[in-house]
């Protein structure tokens, strides 16, 4: 099956189910769906970001938090973060829900994301297996690095990830250190 062909969750303003949609068709229509975010920090306090693979249907060679998804019918939020973090990054690890959030935004190729998202953290120090299919590479980055990257070069960051950053990235980090 084709990501573009896969089944996305509808939902309404209180992220409750609605329905179900291809997600190409989902992103064409604007239709707000669920979706899951995942940040990993390390030790270290650098933040890891993957730069989403040129062939990517919307957002090619973006950089962007550690991995996205959106669950499949009838997965539940934490099972789908861990899954898409096998199998983009290669990473097995203990996440914690941090937030839910919303955001709505042309994405490139008349696409829409409109999408209530659960975002997860955890801090992680061990290997990144890239999946060459969807991640170009990876970097971590220290919080002030990246803020700064993202001031100086809007362009090359996910809207979505520039959401997160703009709206809680001290929580992020905070939550992180408190870890």
Same mark, same amino acid.
């Given at each position: 099956? @084709?990501?573009?062909?896969?089944?996305?969750?509808?939902?309404?303003?209180?992220?409750?189910?609605?329905?179900?949609?291809?997600?190409?068709?989902?992103?064409?229509?604007?239709?707000?769906?669920?979706?899951?975010?995942? +940040?990993?920090?390390? /030790?270290?306090?650098?933040?890891? !970001?993957? &730069?989403?693979?040129?062939?990517?249907?919307?957002?090619?060679?973006?950089?962007?938090? =550690? +991995? +996205?998804?959106?669950?499949?019918?009838?997965?539940?939020?934490?099972?789908?973060?861990?899954?898409?973090?096998?199998?983009?990054?290669?990473?097995?690890?203990? @996440?914690?829900?941090?937030? &839910?959030?919303?955001? &709505?935004?042309?994405?490139?190729?008349?696409?829409?994301?409109?999408?209530?998202?659960?975002?997860? @953290?955890?801090?992680?120090?061990?290997?990144?297996?890239?999946?060459?299919?969807?991640? /170009?590479?990876?970097?971590? !980055?220290?919080?002030?690095?990246?803020?700064?990257?993202?001031?100086?070069?809007?362009?090359?960051?996910?809207?979505?990830?520039?959401?997160? @950053?703009?709206? %809680?990235?001290?929580?992020? %980090?905070?939550?992180? =250190? =408190?870890?």
């Amino acid at each position: 099956m @084709l990501e573009s062909d896969e089944l996305v969750v509808l939902v309404d303003g209180e992220d409750r189910e609605i329905g179900q949609a291809k997600k190409f068709d989902a992103h064409r229509a604007g239709s707000r769906h669920r979706a899951i975010s995942v +940040c990993l920090i390390d /030790s270290q306090g650098r933040m890891l !970001l993957q &730069r989403r693979a040129a062939a990517k249907y919307h957002s090619g060679g973006l950089w962007t938090n =550690a +991995c +996205c998804t959106h669950p499949r019918p009838g997965e539940s939020v934490g099972p789908a973060a861990q899954r898409r973090l096998r199998e983009e990054l290669g990473i097995d690890c203990a @996440l914690s829900f941090l937030r &839910r959030t919303h955001y &709505r935004a042309a994405v490139g190729g008349d696409l829409t994301e409109d999408e209530i998202v659960h975002l997860f @953290l955890a801090v992680y120090d061990g290997p990144v297996r890239p999946n060459a299919e969807e991640v /170009s590479e990876t970097r971590w !980055l220290a919080r002030h690095d990246l803020l700064d990257d993202v001031a100086r070069r809007p362009a090359a960051y996910t809207y979505w990830f520039k959401h997160y @950053l703009d709206a %809680f990235a001290d929580t992020l %980090f905070r939550a992180a =250190a =408190a870890a």
